[in-house]
């Protein structure tokens, strides 16, 4: 991987550690300058965009990711697929897909208005591999992998099934209303979600393959096997009995199809935590800062009983990182995505710390 010379060590320590091996250890990525973010930051604004060219994005990704070339951290460059993060789904059912560019992080990511008025559309819902998105997503697929070939890593995206696509249809308001009001019409939506997402998925794999026998994701870097990324975003505005009633079966049944799973928390979703480290082969939990809420860094003492033996992926801003290895005060089992570091030469003078790191 030739933006990532180290790729083969940071590869085994990844899979040792999201195979059980990491609770007395942790995991790194140092966030440093990048020329390419400055630059877009200085040219763009956030907001609304058209539909992206698919190669001016793979152009962008190379550009970013070479600069990972002499970084010594626990990362794996890899591409993702915001384009079709949320809006593919949609997209195929029907719905007006739109675009947003996010400059902190150089994405461009997709969504859909609510694209029905009644649930019992969702019976007339199909698979259909002559839809425009569904075409461009191949598209997208053979342009990074051919652009990504021996530099940098594609990885998977977030799977939209379960009530998710309930969500997408309707809005986030009704949702709730209607699992009392049609639940065995949101039970076939989520079925159908379930042969949609799992068609999609595996159109990943079958395109993309593995790397080095695992999967890159821009969620955990690296999983070992065939491993999607999933949510419960849904369910963080419920009670956790919401989520065992409607979402426990159908998100296990997708993760059964697969090696493992990670799945991202928001601020708002840590009433969850306990339920979904049950998940099987669930192989790390994203905890994500919402701008609106305490960082989680400052609240990790609690939330680390709520875990079990999964690890976290958790951000840390550089200064705290750095006084908390020096005190050896770093939870274990965690992988910290450091932000703020100066420069690679400082990124890789701390990774020798992280790497000695056991508690």
């Known amino acids: 991987m030739l933006y990532k010379t180290n790729y083969k060590q940071v590869i085994k320590r990844l899979n040792h550690f999201y195979l059980g091996g990491g609770r007395g250890r942790i995991c790194a990525r140092m966030m440093t300058p990048n020329p390419v973010l400055e630059h877009l930051q200085r040219e763009q604004e956030d907001g609304p965009v058209p539909c992206p060219d698919l190669y001016e994005r793979a152009d962008f990704w190379d550009e970013h990711l070479s600069y990972c070339h002499d970084l010594q951290d626990d990362s794996i460059p890899c591409a993702y697929l915001s384009e079709v993060d ?10 007006k897909v739109e675009f947003l ?3 902190s992080i150089g994405w461009i990511s997709s969504m859909v208005h609510r694209f029905t008025e009644s649930l019992r559309d969702a019976y007339q819902f199909k698979i259909d591999t002559e839809n425009f998105w569904y075409k461009r997503l191949l598209e997208q697929l ?13 990885s998977h995206w977030c799977n939209l099934d379960g009530l998710h696509l309930v969500t997408e249809m309707r809005g986030f308001t009704s949702v709730y209303y209607d699992i009392l009001d049609e639940p065995e019409t949101c039970k076939h939506i989520i079925n159908f979600a379930y042969r949609m997402g799992l068609f999609l998925q595996n159109t990943f794999f079958d ?36 989520f065992e ?18 799945m991202h928390i928001h601020s708002n979703g840590h009433h969850l935590i306990e339920h979904i480290k049950t998940v099987k082969n669930l192989r790390s939990i994203l905890l994500l800062d919402d701008p609106w809420a305490t960082p989680i860094y400052q609240g990790l003492d609690k939330l680390d009983p709520l875990r079990g033996e999964v690890s976290y992926n958790i951000f840390i ?7 908390r290895l020096v005190k050896r005060e770093l939870h274990p089992n965690t992988f910290y995505t450091v932000k703020g570091v100066p420069d690679i030469r400082e990124a890789n003078a701390m990774m020798k710390d992280v790497w000695a790191y056991y508690v």
Request: hydrophobic share 40%.
């Open 86 to 95: 949320q809006g593919l789904v949609g997209g195929m059912l029907g719905g």
């Open 101 to 103: 560019l996010d400059t």
């Open 142 to 154: 053979e342009i990074y992998t051919n652009r990504a070939a021996g530099k940098f890593g594609v």
């Open 317 to 323: 801003p550089y200064e705290v990182f750095a006084e």
């Open 245 to 262: 009633e409607w979402g426990r079966e159908p998100l296990q049944r997708m993760v059964d199809q697969f090696d493992g799973t990670v």
């Open 207 to 242: 395109r993309v393959g593995l790397f080095e026998g695992g999967t890159c994701s821009n969620m955990a870097q690296w999983l070992p096997g065939r491993c999607i990324s999933e949510s419960v975003d849904m369910y963080h505005m419920a009670a956790p009995s919401v």
